[in-house]
């Protein structure tokens, strides 16, 4: 497969990651990039100045094979929809949408295109060993969740759009299937949400955006076993049948980069996604769960299966910024 010919939009402060791993990466081409804000525009000119396009219009007509969005995340169905239309496959920062309606129009756009979400956690070789285990020692009973960064405080619920859909995508993945109800509730800064399954199996959940973060550490427990997880330092801990273990799984290849080459890999049809678009839906139906049920003082909220084409009760925040009035234009466009 020849170099992939990629557009970009968003240059902030995680777009700028992809700007310079598309640049310099020899399987990709970063053809055209797009973003309102001057600064991070100015970004891509000192690293890629000929990538640097006038409008995400451009970019998409440049004649790109795909499109990374690294956007705010209200105007991620709309951009997502044009560049499917256009015939790109694309790649889109997680959440993939913020509200159930818009997440099923990315899917119904999709077609045969591979839309990855970048739920960048499935390539961090602690968590995909993790997962693997998980292969042999089969669904867990419960799963243990913490993510807290640093920083300035931010609404509860825009902490769950912000900090849950990583946890809330490996969650799905390790209890295979979608939880029956959900549960948020505030704790000070913080969010404590309960997912429960069908089978009994429970998924919790700490999120803050005011603690001395960052911490992303995840345990699971199950028949005879527990594991456990340490983002930070690929430290993994594992006992079963009361015989304990302790590795450090590293990799020389960073996650991010791990990423962007299995979505190659999927255009070129040499490996399926590792999450399907029907898993990035339910993604975001267990998100927008989270947000009502904070909403409504964090009583159970319901995830019933002929829910599923219903649009979602509680949407996030908007935060489109400079990318307000390209927004618009998009959803007209794909509407």
Known sequence: MNRLRMGLLGAGRWGTNYVKLLAEHPAFELTAAFDPDPQALARVEAIAPRAVAPSADAVIGAGVDALVIATPASTHAALSCRALEA??????????????????????????????????????????????????????????????????????????????????????????????????????PAVEAVARFSNGAESRFHFSRAGAGPIRELEVEGDGYRLRADERNGRFEECVDGCTSEIVVGTTTAPLRAQCEHFRSCIAGESEPVEAVADNVANVRVLSAMAQSLANGGGWISIEPENIGQDALRSAPSSEAGWHSLNAAALAASD
């Open 87 to 188: 015939g790109l496959h694309v790649l889109v920062e997680k959440p993939l949408a913020t509200n159930v309606h818009d997440a099923r129009r990315i899917a119904r756009a999709a077609g045969g295109r591979v839309v990855l979400v970048g739920h960048v956690v499935f390539h961090v070789p602690v968590l995909a060993h993790l997962i693997d285990r998980l292969e042999l020692l089969g669904t867990p009973s419960v799963t243990r969740h913490v993510r807290i960064s640093s920083g300035a405080r931010h609404s509860t619920e825009d902490t769950v759009w912000a900090l849950g859909p990583h946890d809330v995508a490996l969650a799905l993945r390790m209890q295979r299937g979608v939880p029956s109800a959900v549960r948020a509730r505030s704790s000070g």
